[in-house]
């Protein structure tokens, strides 16, 4: 167990729905990163933050939007889903304080999104 | 921008023998971390060893072990006495103690009985 967790485990929806994943950090953790895995590929970087400020952004869809809250968890928000964008969403936390930061990112268990 | 190349989208080793999936990184940071984390089919992610740049003394975890050339920049993993459970995708990643993380795409390694 990472300590991680993330909610939904799986999620079934439609095309043009809009739905939100949810993940809490390992307690103690100020960085949330959320990473998009398509079926037999590898991690897509999408966003990650630090003590709720957006810190570093990657390929992320406009249609998509996170946040981190002051308890610092975080939600990734996917709206007009299109059936591309059924995946395995990874959310991972990382201390990012410095050292002793042993720069590992701990990942919760993904959820699965299928638009259908 | 950093990057995380694999160059070995698919490798297969015999039980029990040894195999290493090789991985290069470009980065301009003098102090990071470099990790190998294992994808089993339950999709799990899971950290099989790290590195701290400034060590220069190989990580070694049980049957796994690095060869780290920093100059070359270079992160190799070795699976020694190869198991079946060892079949999984294998990710090799870089992280700074700014957080900024990135993943290579993946190897993909089959453990033949």
């Known amino acids: 167990d990472s300590g991680v967790t993330q909610t939904p485990k799986h999620l079934i929806t439609a095309t043009g729905q809009r739905v939100t994943l949810r993940c809490s950090p390992r307690?103690?953790?100020?960085?949330v990163y959320w990473y998009q895995q398509s079926l037999d590929q590898g991690l897509q970087f999408l966003i990650q933050y630090y003590n709720g400020e957006e810190r570093a952004k990657g390929n992320i869809l406009e249609r998509f939007s996170a946040q981190q809250f002051p308890d610092l968890h975080s939600e990734l928000n996917l709206s007009s889903l299109e059936l591309g964008d059924s995946a395995l969403y990874f959310c991972a936390s990382s201390p990012n304080v410095g050292r002793p930061n042993t720069g590992e990112l701990f990942f919760g268990e993904g959820s699965r999104l299928t638009v259908l | 921008a950093q990057t995380v190349t694999q160059s070995q989208p698919e490798m297969s080793v015999q039980e029990a023998e040894t195999v290493t999936l090789s991985c290069t990184y470009d980065?301009?940071?003098?102090?990071?971390?470099l990790f190998w984390y294992k994808q089993p089919p339950s999709r799990q992610m899971i950290l099989v060893i790290r590195?701290?740049?400034?060590?220069?003394q190989n990580a070694t975890e049980n049957r796994f072990s690095v060869n780290f050339q920093k100059a070359a920049k270079s992160f190799s993993l070795k699976i020694s006495d190869s198991q079946l459970g060892d079949a999984a995708m294998y990710f090799c990643?870089?992280?700074?103690?700014?957080?900024?993380?990135?993943f290579g795409d993946g190897t993909t390694l089959t453990v033949k009985p």
């Open positions: 590195q701290e740049a400034y060590k220069q």
């Open positions: 980065t301009s940071e003098s102090d990071y971390y």
């Open positions: 307690s103690g953790d100020l960085s």
């Open positions: 990643a870089y992280n700074t103690n700014a957080g900024k993380s990135t």
